[in-house]
């Protein structure tokens, strides 16, 4: 495939895909009639006629009228049915082209093609479908085409950036080395991690999923099963003998009911982490990430290095007492609702996580923290003793033993403490470091270079005891999910806010 201002259509099975993926809207709009063919459920058929006579035409006429282009300078599409929807996405805008393959497309080898830019908060475009093969050479022609740019306005920069770490060293499973600076080809991957089966099924293991539950008794109210005919066929053979236990303690069957929807949700948390993160496996293209995982569906992606704004290590209490973390990249042009974040490394040891920040720039997972100021335990449990108490109070009028509530307070002391211990922060010449987090644990590596602003802020409370928070914001950062550094006394406060303006103004 070359660039050229020849139009190109969407793969023919197209058409089929739309139409088998319309089938679970016809089957919910004629379910009714195929639990009880009467003619009360006559409207149903009508809505299931006028479905068909709409959404075939509809399916036939978006492809027909469906065009993109690969210019030598950008790609183009046209799509829409009624309204007319023209998109031109430069060439050199574009971050990341991401090809997936659902359960259906992998059948009929064809594949979805996403396209990202440095400013969009969803995909700019997307080619659904084509096949595997030109999905495979657009996002080949892209990658030249961007390298050609780069060669030709900037020369120096058509490498990789001078931050690459030549002298770090492997902790990653089945390498016995990082790749140095040296031995990177901008044309060939290099894997930095790969996840073996045994490490997702152990990954899923840590993970709780109650999206799967919840769709499962949602499709029960249509079914209505009998439950007496479940629970017979549950309590079979070596159970047996305990069924008349159970139907005789109401206590005994809520109890079993619980722990049955806890053990389905945690099984249905593995089989998705599995199928999600199965062989995945991250390696560097000259200064881009690639990504591809998945079981049922396989997705690919890129990941430029110069988009990554910062790297996000996360972590819980059962997580950490094992050993395992997770690592993110916050990256530019996100989705809020997404949160911005790309998976860089779904489940692993610190280590590996070092090694793989050693790998892609000089930033390193501080060993040293400095803690913020101890009053921040008792503004904590101040803050919520207030709300503790205001509920208890309300709660008596109406449930008098709602003062057995008070005996949390303790319990709220206890968390402060905790929190407080999790507290802290670290920054040399190029990374800034943040820490914070009781059951969600989270550490924020920021660039030095990345940082949009930063800031210090004091609340009415705060003032009162000398106290201040720091804002750090970096290029798309989430308002909702941001890396500040909260209760810090106010001399530290200042001389941060000093230190890092002489870092970026050094005369």
């Not at 009714?32 to 035409?57: E, K, M």
């Not at 007496?228 to 005789?248: H, Y």
């Not at 003032?463 to 914001?473: A, C, E, F, K």
Request: aromatic content about 10%.
């Amino acid at each position: 495939m070359k660039p050229s201002d020849k139009a190109r259509r969407l793969h023919p099975l197209t058409i089929v895909q739309r139409m088998i993926v319309s089938i679970p809207a016809l089957i919910f709009i004629m379910l009714p009639i195929i639990r009880n063919p009467d003619s009360s459920a006559i409207i149903n058929l009508v809505f299931g006629a006028v479905y068909v006579v709409l959404v075939v035409p509809w399916i036939v006429l978006y492809y027909v009228r469906f065009r993109f282009w690969i210019t030598p300078s950008e790609l183009i599409i046209h799509s829409g049915v009624i309204t007319r929807r023209k998109r031109n996405i430069p060439v050199e805008r574009i971050q990341n082209i991401e090809i997936e393959q659902a359960p259906l497309q992998r059948l009929l080898r064809t594949a979805k093609v996403a396209v990202y830019t440095a400013g969009s908060a969803s995909a700019e475009g997307v080619l659904e479908y084509v096949s595997l093969k030109e999905a495979r050479e657009i996002r080949a022609v892209v990658r030249e085409m961007q390298k050609d740019l780069v060669s030709a306005d900037h020369p120096a920069e058509s490498g990789l950036p001078s931050a690459i770490d030549s002298s770090a060293s492997s902790p990653f499973e089945g390498d016995a080395s990082l790749p140095t600076q040296s031995d990177i080809d901008a044309d060939k991957a290099l894997e930095l991690l790969h996840m073996s089966p045994k490490r997702v099924l152990l990954a899923g293991a840590f993970k709780f999923s109650l999206l799967y539950i919840a769709v499962f008794f949602s499709l029960l109210q249509y079914i209505e099963p009998d439950p007496t005919v479940f629970f017979s066929w549950l309590m079979r053979g070596p159970l047996e003998p305990w069924r008349e236990a159970i139907l005789a303690s109401p206590w005994i069957a809520g109890i079993l009911g619980v722990l049955f929807a806890a053990g389905m949700a945690w099984f249905s948390g593995i089989l998705i982490t599995f199928n999600r993160y199965h062989k995945f496996r991250i390696e560097l293209i000259g200064d881009k990430l690639h990504r591809a995982h998945g079981l049922m569906t396989l997705s690919e992606g890129t990941i430029p290095l110069r988009r990554i704004q910062s790297y996000i290590i996360r972590s819980n209490p059962v997580m950490k007492r094992f050993g395992w973390y997770r690592l993110e990249l916050q990256t530019m042009g996100i989705n809020l609702q997404k949160s911005g974040f790309q998976v860089a490394v779904p489940f692993g040891r610190m280590d590996e996580i070092r090694g793989l920040l050693a790998a892609l720039g000089e930033h390193e997972v501080p060993y040293d923290w400095s803690p913020v100021s101890t009053l921040t335990i008792r503004r904590f449990f101040i803050r919520f003793a207030v709300v503790l108490c205001t509920v208890v109070a309300v709660l008596k009028i109406w449930i008098p033993p709602a003062l057995w509530g008070l005996s949390l307070l303790p319990f709220i002391l206890i968390l402060g403490i905790f929190r407080y211990s999790n507290m802290g922060y670290a920054c040399n010449a190029n990374t800034f470091a943040v820490r914070r987090g009781i059951f969600r644990k989270h550490i924020w590596l920021i660039p030095t270079q990345k940082l949009q602003t930063l800031s210090r802020r004091t609340s009415f409370f705060q003032r009162r005891l000398g106290l201040s928070t720091v804002y750090l914001d970096t290029a798309g950062a989430s308002p909702m999910f941001a890396a500040d550094l909260v209760d810090l006394p106010d001399s530290e406060a200042v001389t941060i806010l000093t230190e890092t303006y002489v870092r970026f103004n050094p005369e």
